[in-house]
Nanobody, 121 residues
Framework: QVQLVESGGGLVQAGGSLRLSCAASGRTISTYVMGWFRQAPGKEREFVAA????????SYADSVKGRFTISRDNAKNTVNLQMDSLKPEDTAVYYC??????????????WGQGTQVTVSS
């Protein structure tokens, strides 16, 4: 049973940066495509970014392309999301999860508790 623990969220002004981290336990995630998702109040959870097991291929939602960077540290069993030039519309709870592939962004495991990101204008 894999457990995912997201951290690094907080309150930041528009234009600021945050770095999120997702720590996996119970299973090595180095061979899996991993992704970040977010859910804003009153909205459905949406895809943000994904990265292959080797880290060689990444994919982003259009809304974050050029501002967010996904990375991973397989030695630490973690996946990270560097968020720059944050906007108020980035406010959401952010989650990580395994995804089926770079092309198929369906989440695979149970969700963790997420980490809240709030961007003030």
């Amino acid at each position: 049973q894999v457990q995912l623990v997201e951290s690094g969220g907080g309150l930041v002004q528009a234009g600021g940066s945050l770095r999120l981290s997702c720590a996996a336990s119970g299973r090595t995630i180095s061979t899996y495509v991993m992704g970040w998702f977010r859910q804003a109040p009153g909205k459905e959870r949406e895809f943000v970014a994904a990265i292959t097991g080797s880290g060689g291929t990444t994919s982003y939602a259009d809304s974050v392309k050029g501002r967010f960077t996904i990375s991973r540290d397989n030695a630490k069993n973690t996946v990270n999301l560097q968020m720059d030039s944050l906007k108020p519309e980035d406010t959401a709870v952010y989650y990580c999860n395994r995804v089926l592939s770079i092309a198929n962004r369906a989440a695979y495991w149970d969700w963790g508790q997420g980490t809240q990101v709030t961007v003030s204008s």
